[in-house]
């Protein structure tokens, strides 16, 4: 089971969308290819909500999009303090 198959599973394409992305950029670094403040970096890049919330005008589906950031933002940073 991998660290973001629960968002993997989402119904919102922007969830999945980005737990794809993180879960290509953690392997990636488990596998030595990113670096720690490459890893990071691309994270907060695919984690950026501000970017993202600017075009959905729904704020239940904003909150739900917060909320799964924000686990995932956790993941990752459970990933780098291994």
């Given amino acids: 089971m991998g660290l973001f198959d629960q968002f993997l599973g989402s119904s919102d394409p922007l969830i999945q969308q980005a737990a794809s992305l993180l879960n ?3 392997n990636q670094y488990k596998a030595g290819s990113l ?8 994270c ?12 959905i005008t729904d704020m ?15 993941i990752v940073e459970a990933a780098t303090s291994l």
């Fill in 24 to 26: 290509d950029a953690t």
């Fill in 35 to 42: 670096t720690k403040d490459e890893y990071n970096e691309l």
């Fill in 44 to 55: 907060g890049n695919i984690l950026d909500f501000n970017q993202i919330s600017a075009t």
């Fill in 60 to 74: 239940s589906r904003k909150q739900e999009i917060w909320d799964a950031f924000q686990a995932m933002m956790n």
